[in-house]
């Protein structure tokens, strides 16, 4: 698995250091992944399939693809609903509560809005 993850790394693009920030852990730990030295823990290994959209038989057995298929939308979707639980973003709370309450044609016109908004960019 150590070897995997190092080509899992450098399929990304990252150092070990921007690899550990975005699980969360040390560069060093990364290191000793790398290395052998150090195990993964099923936490680890959970997380590095989540952040990476990492095929998990992969990465523990090297069996299919190296990634799999992003998110379906509900996965997305609760994905970040998590991240935002996790914040003090409390505008986007809001604003994300604020849009669920609203009536349907209320909702029609506000993704008019966005769909402008981003076509605008």
């Known amino acids: 698995m150590n070897e995997r993850l190092k080509l899992l790394r450098k399929a990304l693009k990252l150092n070990q250091q921007e690899f550990a920030d975005k699980i ?43 990634f799999r298929a992003r998110n379906t939308t509900n996965e997305e979707l609760a994905l970040q609903v998590g991240k935002l639980l996790k914040t003090d973003d409390e505008f986007t709370k809001n ?18 809005f966005v769909h402008n908004l981003a076509k605008s960019k």
């Open 95 to 112: 604003l994300f509560l604020e849009y669920l309450k609203l009536p349907p044609e209320m909702k029609t016109l506000f993704e008019d």
């Open 24 to 66: 969360q852990v040390n560069r060093s730990t990364v290191a000793g992944y790398e290395r052998g030295s150090t195990n993964l823990s099923e936490r680890t290994i959970t997380d590095i399939c989540r952040v990476f959209y990492v095929n998990e038989d992969w990465l523990r057995a090297g069996e299919g693809d190296m």
